[in-house]
């Protein structure tokens, strides 16, 4: 029932905040917490028992990517948390991402630690959505994981990654991007996903949700996010005069 109650909160946020754009984040080497989240004195309550830890996607700082959500959660009564991975050239959440999902396991230790709670539950977005399953599955993490929600997840790779060049953002759809060790990680087919995706979709312990977008059109074929055995929620527009939800979109329910 607890993990239905976070799933709501979190599609309600897409339909509400989810549209709009994030507020302007502050410099990336600043990397300040989102507001209500990383409060290491926060207790779970019997209502919401397992701290919820968001995980950004690829070259987004915890800060950018979840901005709008962080304080939704915490009014909601939840204890947030929330993490910078994956740093390589500068770049956040762009390295190795076997290295990231145990840069998450530490992270969720200390999270535990500090909180006296057995579990948490994970939300994350697009490669952070997929990469707490490498944490799950081959890092130990299944007894660690109450709920894992996935945001656009690059669960199976993708065809659509973007990487970063000189000149700003651009797609890159090859399987060996030298800038981007988590873009080539991601790529559909790749050696990393086909070791991610050896053990299933899911592992017995945590319960799997998946949130998308048919819009989508970084993580595609959109179809590709959904996972064997998790729960699925689609967010669309439905209201005259709304933008599609895209992926960068479903980024700013953040």
Avoid at 184 to 213: C, E, R, W
Avoid at 228 to 244: D, H, M, N, T
Wanted: proline residues 8%; charged residues 10%; aromatic residues 8%.
């Amino acid at each position: 029932m607890r993990r239905f109650r976070l799933t709501a909160v979190l599609a309600a946020a897409a339909l509400t905040i989810g549209l709009f754009a994030a507020p302007a984040a502050q410099a990336d080497s600043i990397s300040p917490d989102p507001p209500g989240a990383n409060d290491w004195t926060c207790k779970p309550s019997s209502v919401h028992p397992y701290p919820v830890v968001l995980v950004p996607g690829t070259f987004e700082t915890m800060y950018k990517n979840w901005a709008l959500l962080s304080p939704v959660l915490k009014e909601q009564g939840y204890c947030v948390f929330a993490l910078n991975y994956g740093v390589a050239n500068g770049v956040p959440a762009s390295g190795a991402i076997r290295n990231s999902a145990a840069e998450l396991a530490t992270f969720v230790k200390s999270v535990l630690g500090a909180t006296g709670a057995k579990k948490v539950d994970l939300v994350g977005h697009s490669q952070g959505g997929m990469m707490p399953r490498y944490y799950i599955g081959f890092l130990g993490g299944a007894k660690y994981v109450h709920h894992l929600v996935g945001i656009a997840p690059s669960s199976h790779g993708t065809q659509g990654l973007i990487a970063p060049s000189p000149a700003g953002m651009i797609l890159d759809t090859t399987a060996t991007s030298t800038l981007c060790q988590a873009c080539a990680d991601q790529h559909a087919g790749s050696a990393f996903m086909a070791k991610l995706n050896s053990i299933g979709d899911t592992v017995p312990g945590p319960s799997y949700t998946v949130i998308s977008t048919r819009y989508d059109e970084v993580v595609t074929p959109y179809t590709s996010q959904a996972l064997v055995g998790a729960g699925e929620a689609s967010v669309q527009p439905c209201a005259p005069g709304l933008l599609p939800s895209r992926h960068f979109r479903t980024r700013s329910i953040s």
